[in-house]
Nanobody, 120 residues
Framework: QVQLVESGGGLVQTGGSLRLSCAAS????????MGWYRQAPGNQRDLVAI???????RYGDSAKGRFTISRANANNTVYLQMNGLKPEDTAVYYC??????????????WGQGTQVTVSS
């Protein structure tokens, strides 16, 4: 069974940094795009950043210039380096993976979420 395991959330002061990690494990044919989304209470889940298998990236407006997404294809891990954090970045951050399973069927999977809290 494929699963995503996230780590790296926590409490940080305004202007601080955090690095989130998400590792995909299990039997897969190939992992395509991986990304991060976030959801604050009462809000919809929004794109933070995604990265394809070839390394192309796309960022949500809130992340541009402050966050950097990267991945290690060898171990199907995606990272989100967050700098210059603001209180409005406070949310649950979810990892997402678009992958092909062993039957070469396209699947979409979400992690359990990790809380990021930025104090003012």
């Amino acid at each position: 069974q494929v699963q995503l395991v996230e780590s790296g959330g926590g409490l940080v002061q305004t202007g601080g940094s955090l690095r989130l990690s998400c590792a995909a494990s299990g039997s897969m044919f190939r992992v395509n795009a991986m990304g991060w989304y976030r959801q604050a209470p009462g809000n919809q889940r929004d794109l933070v950043a995604i990265i394809t298998g070839s390394g192309a990236t796309r960022y949500g407006d809130s992340a541009k210039g402050r966050f950097t997404i990267s991945r290690a294809n060898a171990n199907n891990t995606v990272y989100l380096q967050m700098n210059g954090l603001k209180p409005e970045d406070t949310a649950v951050y979810y990892c997402n993976a678009d992958f092909l399973n062993e039957a070469v069927e396209r699947k979409d999977l979400w992690g359990q979420g990790t809380q990021v809290t930025v104090s003012s």
